[in-house]
């Protein structure tokens, strides 16, 4: 594979000398059911374009971390199929998967295994065949993204639960997929650990980097993603730009499954305002047509 330094686009189609792809994801009629029975997947058909911001929510249970573990082939549908770039994931070599999707566990102590903060987010880039100063470059540039530059000694396991869950991100993004999967990033982060993801979001998004993200916090949702796919017992029941999946229109909708508006959403709606998802939408909103 050909690699670049630094912060370079190295993915997908380069190796075969075509320019740079981010491939496609398809989900086509998906059904799942755990060895025990429980259906956590009901006919979900969903289309991911190359380089979209996409959240997932839903409440507790409604099948959003087991869609995820469809996306990089560590689960496999009962039925229907999953598409990435046009492949059946089935039929994909794990290898050229796991270099095109790079999923960050909710829980980091089911990814996290390595005695050391720096083998950790060594490992995924050296088992795509990265080395020397470009791995080097790699896993110092994940380390500084998440916070995480000065523990790079550290053994994981002395880091609290918040930097681990920020080192298994790091040891994501050192892989440098074109595809990106975040499994509930802000859990347990204070407002700076917040910001490193919401920046991690972006940085991946401004590269054409398709991000997902499951969260349950509807602020960072709405801020930082351009379409939302509302979850639940297993189905699609929302899916479209911030602006209408939190439209007063569909809080019954949000409501039956638990999950409250962004507060900028509630204020807006309260003051006659019309659709509010984002701070900057309200504040929008309340200024006078013509103030600048
Ligand atoms: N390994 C498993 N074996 C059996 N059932 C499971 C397993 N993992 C999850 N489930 C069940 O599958 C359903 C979907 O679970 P999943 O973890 O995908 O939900 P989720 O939306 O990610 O929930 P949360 O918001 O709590 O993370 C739930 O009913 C859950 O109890
Ligand atoms: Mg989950």
Redesign the pocket.
Known sequence: MTTTAGRGVDWAASAAGLAPAVPSIELDAVCFA???G????RDVSLRVAPGERLA?V????????????HLNGLLRPTSGRVLVAGVDVAAQHVARLAALVGLAF?NPDRQLFAGRVSAEVEFGPRNLGIRGAELTGRVSAALEAVGLADQAATNPYDLGYSRRKLLALASVLAMRTPILIL??PTTGQDARGVVRIRDVVADAAAEGRTVIA?S?DMTFVAECFQRVVV?RA?RVVLDGPPDIVFAEQAWPELRATYLEPPLAARVGSRLGLGSTPTEAALVAALKPANAT
């Open positions: 755990y060895p025990d429980t259906r956590a997947l997932i839903g409440q507790n249970g409604s099948g959003k971390s087991t869609l995820a573990r909710q499994d509930e499951i349950h979850m297993g």
